[in-house]
């Protein structure tokens, strides 16, 4: 089976769910981290996942708000992820 990350918009910060780093809300794959708050450890990494939908662990955020921040991607709200896309 293909691994894929979703990228996850918190109140501050976005992240990637395959490795749980700091993820560019932009980038396609998770090949550069976002620090948040601070710099990265030099021996953290991306993992390189391709990013195949964008969600969020907030209660407030509906999947039309995550679709205008990545509108090429699948938006699932907080608890509505598909089960073919949630972590085993």
């Known amino acids: 089976m293909a691994r894929?990350?979703?990228l996850?918009?918190?109140d501050y910060t976005?992240?990637?769910?395959r490795c749980g780093k700091?993820?560019?809300?932009?980038d396609t794959h998770h090949t550069r981290l976002l620090s948040g708050w601070g710099?990265?450890?030099?021996?953290?990494r991306p993992c390189g996942e391709p990013f195949v939908?964008?969600?969020?662990?907030r209660l407030g955020v509906t999947a039309e708000d995550l679709r205008a921040l990545r509108p090429d991607l699948p938006a699932?709200?907080?608890?509505?992820?598909?089960a073919?896309?949630?972590?085993r």
């Open 76 to 82: 699932y709200a907080a608890g509505d992820l598909p």
């Open 14 to 17: 976005t992240k990637c769910s």
């Open 22 to 26: 700091g993820a560019r809300i932009q």
């Open 8 to 10: 996850i918009v918190d």
């Open 4 to 6: 894929r990350a979703i």
């Open 39 to 44: 710099t990265p450890a030099p021996h953290d």
């Open 84 to 87: 073919e896309l949630k972590e």
């Open 53 to 57: 939908a964008i969600s969020t662990r």
